[in-house]
Structure formats: structure tokens, C-alpha cells
């Protein structure tokens, strides 16, 4: 990890989500996420930490092995944007670690809702100027909790902890992304969120 | 399991889906979902099959324990509705069936988004006659999948088959809840779906 923060990472600067802390809260309850959650998720930054390059391979390969996955880092008319992926990727990596250290606070709400903002007609490519198709439907958004969930799993065993460590580290992190999807979508879908 | 088909269960008699074969295909490839999934989930099924009643106690447990999410069980001023409760419940135990056994085809699709369409404003009741709320909000569904895919696995686990066996039927129905689950948004959000 480079220690300059991304291009377009904006964290800490982005206006106030229109999700409640109410309505985080009670998110948080269904997806069981708890105190424990957040200290095993503290612990996964330290193993996943040096290790976050390697995700962004695995996470690139799947997204280059599929043309209909690639085509959102590509023109309309499938030309991909190089300089596109890689600007993405630093702030992909860059969520990985916020992931695991952000609090769930007022800040993290409104950044949760900005990623997600970035991915409808209302902001992507904006970021990045990028001449790229104008969102990424909400149903992959919605299917990307499985490969981003179920990849992350090795990552957290390779530094030999016991398997009922790995295992809590891994459940944490499913509710993190399941919960994080669950409020990207709400710019998506507004009036039925 | 009953042997006679639950109240409202409409399999096999319901419109084609607005998404389309190829969509699906896409989808699951998105979640890594297999031929071998297939197998796994059929296999699941035989595990599943005589405990569903015990799967069902502990997601209506979990629900009932909290008030933000049996609140989609109630009526608006909050009156707890048992019999929507008790008809909801075994088409619940039948769709657990109906993940590890149905294959993907046009009716499986058509159903699916049949119970996309009975948790929007669209559909929600109907079925049941039931006096409740208007719909169940997008943001929960997204939330279940933990719940839904977490609490899964010690049933797995439940008749003796070795912890690699168990650790694949948990990841196919993982893949296919995640999958379900984008399916039953489309009618959440037809335009950015």
C-alpha cells in the first residue's frame, strides 16, 4: 500500500448520508454484527494489511476473466480504460483497510453512501473523468458480495492463525460487505430502500 | 415437511420473468455458481430435508427477537399477525427445498421473481390477505443474506459428512441465496436493476 491516500478518495469530506443512525443500527442487528464483529475485523487489517495487492490481483483477474464484468471499466463501446482500473484499484484497496478499521460513524455512513453514489448514473466516472458506461447495475452490486466475500477467505489464514480465528475474521467480514452493499444500494433505489 | 403444497404456493403458474436467460447466466458466473454447485445444493437437500422445521425455528427465533424485522409480520400499528406468520412459514420451508432441488430454468426464474414482486408494494399481502405493512424495504433483503446463509451451516454439519463435503454444500448455498437475492430486487428497481 502506497502511504499517499488514492486519487478521488474522499473520505471525511463527503456530505452527510441520508441513512439514519437509526436505520444503521438496526441493519447491523440483522446482519448480527455485534462489538466482537469489530475487533475481528481489526484484527483481519492487521493480517490482511500487507497482503492487500494480492486481493487486488485475485479481485482484477475475476473482473478481466468476465467480458460482462469488464465492460464497466470499458467505453460503451468496450474499449477498457486502463488508467480507469487503476485509479479504482487504489481506492479499492484503500476500502479493504476501511473496512477493517473505520468505526461505523457518521463519516463511514456518508462515505458508504458516496461508494455507492459512484456506482449509479448520478457519479460514476465523475472521480475519474472516465468515458465509461454510465452505472453498474444494481444487481451485480447485490451478486459481488459472494466473490468478494468467499475470496478474502485464504487471505485470512496466511498468518497462521487457528481455523476458529480465520472463521470469526471470515463472518465478520461477510456481515461488513453484506452491510456496506445493503447501504451502497440506496441511491440506487430510493423510494423502495 | 408437509406433503401437501403450502397455502399460496404458486410454482409452475406464475409469469415469465422480465430477466432474461442470459442475465441469469451472467449472474451466476458473477457468483461462481457451477454445475458442481448443482450437485452440492441437491446434496444439501437430502441433508436438509428432515430438519427444515428446525431451520424454521430459528429464523422466525431471529426475527421475533426483533422488533424492527417482525414489524413486516404486523400490522401497521403493530399487531403481530400469526396466520400471515404461520403461511409465510411453509412456503419458507418449501423454498428451501425449492434451492437445492429446482433447476434454473423459466420457472424458477418466473418464481423468483414472483417472490421478489410479494415483498414489494406490488404484491406484498396479497397472496395471504394479510393486513400488514407495505412492503418489506430493499435494504433488508440485501441484510438477510447473513442470517440466511450463516445459520445454514451447523444444520449442514448435522449428518456426519466430513468438514470439506459440509464447507461446499455451505458455499452453493451461499452462491444461490446471493443470486436469489439479486433476482428478487428487480422489482425493487426495474431501472437501475
Redesign the interface.
Known amino acids: 500500500m502506497t502511504t499517499q491516500p488514492p486519487a478521488g478518495y474522499a473520505y471525511g469530506s463527503t456530505p452527510p448520508s441520508p441513512v439514519s443512525r437509526d ?1 444503521l443500527a ?2 447491523e ?4 454484527f455485534t462489538a466482537d464483529d469489530v475487533q475481528d475485523l481489526r484484527m483481519a487489517g492487521d493480517v490482511l494489511e500487507d497482503q492487500v495487492e494480492d486481493i487486488l490481483d485475485v479481485w482484477y483477474g475475476f473482473v478481466a476473466s ?1 467480458p ?2 469488464v465492460a464497466y471499466f470499458a467505453t460503451p463501446d468496450g474499449r477498457v480504460l486502463d488508467d480507469y482500473l487503476a485509479r479504482v484499484r487504489q481506492r479499492f484497496g484503500q476500502w479493504i483497510m476501511d473496512t477493517c478499521h473505520r468505526p461505523h460513524d457518521e463519516e463511514w455512513l456518508s462515505y458508504a453512501h458516496e461508494i455507492g453514489l459512484r456506482h ?2 448520478d457519479k460514476k466516472n465523475q472521480t475519474d473523468q472516465a468515458a465509461s458506461v454510465r ?1 453498474i ?4 452490486m ?6 468478494i ?2 475470496t478474502i477467505r485464504p487471505f485470512l489464514a496466511n498468518k497462521g492463525h487457528d481455523e476458529g480465528t480465520v472463521e470469526r475474521m471470515y ?1 465478520a467480514w ?2 461488513s460487505v ?2 456496506q ?3 451502497w ?2 441511491p ?2 430510493a423510494d ?2
Chains 1, 2 share one sequence.
Open positions: 436505520e438496526k441493519l442487528a440483522t446482519v448480527l468476465h460482462h464484468l449509479t448514473q452505472h447495475p444494481l444487481r451485480y447485490v451478486a459481488f458480495i459472494y466473490p466475500t468467499a463472518q461477510f456481515k453484506t452491510l452493499t445493503a447501504l444500494l440506496q440506487y433505489a423502495t430502500w
